[in-house]
């Protein structure tokens, strides 16, 4: 039989860092404080935007699921769901042709990432 205890015990190491890396996370938003008692509100509401594409298909299915989960607040009116239409890429590059204010999102969204590119982004309006 294979030895696995070191290849284990690396693992095991690793994924210490990463909890503990996440606990400080959530330890350093809970001293910032100023939190949203969401229990002390009289609604909920989640707003659904499905955006283009499959969006709305996924979207979809995802408020379906949300909404089975969360059945009893709903029917007691603690929840609502709120459909947020328009935010389609057609939408944004008409308000970006009516001379909005509009920053690039491909850019920002593959440094998240850890990417660069030379790709022109769609734009973005400015809320």
């Known amino acids: 039989m294979i030895d696995y205890k070191e290849d ?4 095991c190491e690793k994924f210490r860092k990463i ?6 996370r959530v330890e350093d938003m809970k001293a910032q404080g100023g939190f949203l008692d ?6 909920i509401k989640i707003g659904v935007c499905g ?19 969360l059945d009893d ?14 935010l389609t890429i057609e939408n944004r590059i008409a308000k970006n042709n009516n001379g909005a204010k509009t920053r690039p999102i491909g ?21």
């Open 19 to 24: 909890l503990e890396a996440q606990l400080k």
């Open 8 to 11: 284990l015990d690396l693992a």
């Open 73 to 86: 607040l709903v029917k007691a009116g603690k929840v609502e769901f709120r459909t947020i239409d328009g």
């Open 38 to 43: 969401y229990a002390a509100l009289p609604t």
């Open 107 to 127: 850019p920002i969204i593959l440094k998240i990432i850890g990417k660069t590119t030379k790709i022109k982004p769609v734009p973005s309006v400015i809320s």
């Open 51 to 69: 955006g283009d594409g499959i969006g709305p298909i996924i979207s979809a299915e995802a408020e379906r699921v949300l909404a089975f989960m």
